[in-house]
T-cell receptor
Framework: EAQVTQNPRYLITVTGKKLTVTCSQNMNHEYMSWYRQDPGLGLRQIYYSMNVEVTDKGDVPEGYKVSRKEKRNFPLILESPSPNQTSLYFC???????????????FGPGTRLLVL | SQQGEEDPQALSIQEGENATMNCSYKTSINNLQWYRQNSGRGLVHLILIRSNEREKHSGRLRVTLDTSKKSSSLLITASRAADTASYFCATEPGGSYIPTFGRGTSLIVHP
């Protein structure tokens, strides 16, 4: 089944404790991205990657890191989480590196993060 | 700031009625997409309309695009309780690789 998976789905952590949220897709998509969703603000893109070893900042990259060592995986790293990073996080992938909106983005199920 | 803004923020209707939600955006776009999100879950793509298209249909969904007014509308006909969800428009302003989502319209369809 074609899908985007994220782990963990729920995470409670404390300020400053490094964490990684994994994202994997089995559709051989070039484009992958991370979003955060907050009430009243909609979805905002954190980082995106157009292919292996190619990543770039989205609208809200501060406090996050990503890597794209393999085509299928795009982990999101919070080196020193803070309470303002409490949010619902989505990973997404798309089969094109061109104009993204020409292609559907496929979203993962989401990771709900609480930073105390 | 948001590129796409949905209106209304919330919509409550009875099953069988039509639901219309609108999206306005600020800069020129190549395409506009509508997504649906069930509570707390990932977004699901509904329909894409290109800038040279004016109307598109998919099942009970009808999307229009007016580039002169920088607006789009999503019409769900004969709504069902299962249509209860949030609906988002997404645009890619000015050839950017950063798709921009609006804040969404929350639709509740009462059985």
């Amino acid at each position: 089944e074609a899908q985007v998976t994220q782990n963990p789905r729920y995470l409670i952590t404390v300020t400053g404790k490094k964490l990684t949220v994994t994202c994997s897709q089995n559709m051989n998509h070039e484009y992958m991205s991370w979003y955060r969703q907050d009430p009243g603000l909609g979805l905002r893109q954190i980082y995106y990657s157009m292919n292996v070893e190619v990543t770039d900042k989205g609208d809200v990259p501060e406090g996050y890191k990503v890597s794209r060592k393999e085509k299928r995986n795009f982990p999101l790293i919070l080196e020193s989480p803070s309470p303002n990073q409490t949010s619902l996080y989505f990973c997404a992938s798309s089969p094109t590196t061109g104009a993204v909106s020409k292609e559907t983005q496929y979203f993962g199920p989401g990771t709900r993060l609480l930073v105390l | 700031s948001q590129q796409g803004e949905e209106d209304p923020q919330a919509l409550s209707i009875q099953e069988g009625e039509n639901a219309t939600m609108n999206c306005s955006y600020k800069t020129s776009i190549n395409n506009l997409q509508w997504y649906r999100q069930n509570s707390g879950r990932g977004l699901v793509h509904l329909i894409l309309i290109r800038s040279n298209e004016r109307e598109k249909h998919s099942g009970r969904l009808r999307v229009t695009l007016d580039t002169s007014k920088k607006s789009s509308s999503l019409l769900i006909t004969a709504s069902r309780a299962a249509d209860t969800a949030s609906y988002f428009c997404a645009t890619e302003p000015g050839g950017s690789y950063i798709p921009t989502f609006g804040r969404g319209t929350s639709l509740i369809v009462h059985p």
